[in-house]
């Protein structure tokens, strides 16, 4: 595959397309739901068909190319063939120069309970770096799609952040990830805070798509503690290429593979980000941030 825009553009459109027809289909039937690392983290029969299928395609049309899916990364783990997520993937990528990122239900929970705040999310990555994605929502008839430096769209419509410049004034989504370790929802005491600080703070029950909806302007800010790159990779760059800004949740450069995000329009990242770190070094008592 080479560097070209309707080129990128088109292959994660068609993988997004196939992946949430596959998604309305299933919509509203959910079967076999069952648990992963607690009764929190879901996984359906749904997700499991989608991957496959969207797996089976992309090596068939792009055979050297990898394919990591988060339903095949978990698998990985929780049967015992790879200790660590970064090894799961290591196995799947090898040395290949071109990564698909796949999702294949963004908001499983969401999915679970009927809720139509559900996408499949795509990218694809070339040497490390998020080229090209997109993100479906097809109960909704919304496709958010971005091209690196060639901008991003909501059907076709050019997406622009939106141009609130103080926290106080500003719309933020979140999510809480659940610690099965600690046993215990993360992220609560920094809603807490936040919430007072902002004009409100939603859970939208889809990193995917929050990402999008800061792009698109809905939203002047998102973060979150614990995602996968599955997650982030589409949104992310829909938020870079409608003018909005990324960072680690302590303010470091946004890294597709880190586990934290905080997007933004830009205008308010830098409040958002010192919020949420005074928070944070209130609660580790002194000790060294992740």
């Not at 988060?70 to 990564?99: H, N, Y």
């Amino acid at each position: 595959m080479e560097h070209d825009e309707e080129l990128l553009r088109t292959a994660v459109i068609d993988v997004a397309l196939q992946g949430g027809e596959m998604l309305r289909q299933h919509f509203g039937t959910a079967t076999r739901v069952r648990a992963k690392t607690s009764r929190y983290d879901l996984v359906t029969e749904a997700d499991e068909r989608i991957e496959k299928e969207l797996t089976d395609y992309i090596r068939r049309r792009y055979p050297d190319h990898a394919v990591v899916g988060e339903e095949d990364i978990s698998r990985r783990i929780l049967s015992g063939q790879a200790p660590t997520r970064e090894r799961a993937v290591a196995d799947v990528t090898g040395e290949r120069s071109w990564e698909w990122l796949i999702d294949p239900i963004d908001g499983t929970t969401n999915f679970v309970h009927g809720v139509p705040i559900v996408a499949t999310s795509v990218a694809l990555m070339y040497r490390n770096e998020v080229v090209a994605g997109a993100v479906f929502n097809p109960i909704q008839d919304e496709l958010y799609v971005a091209v690196r430096r060639h901008g991003a769209t909501l059907n076709g419509r050019p997406l622009r952040v939106s141009q609130e410049s103080e926290l106080a004034d500003s719309l933020l989504a979140t999510g809480f990830q659940y610690d099965a370790e600690a046993g215990q929802r993360l992220n609560v005491d920094l809603f807490a805070t936040v919430l007072q600080e902002a004009r409100n703070v939603r859970a939208i029950g889809s990193a995917a798509l929050s990402l999008c909806y800061v792009g698109a302007g809905r939203l002047t800010g998102f973060w979150e503690l614990r995602l996968g790159p599955w997650d982030l990779a589409a949104g992310a760059l829909v938020v870079r290429e409608a003018g909005g800004r990324l960072s680690r949740l302590d303010g470091r450069p946004f890294d597709v593979w880190q586990p934290t995000v905080v997007a933004t329009n830009g205008r308010i990242h830098d409040q958002l980000v010192r919020v949420l770190n005074g928070v944070r070094q209130g609660a580790e008592g002194g000790r060294a941030g992740a």
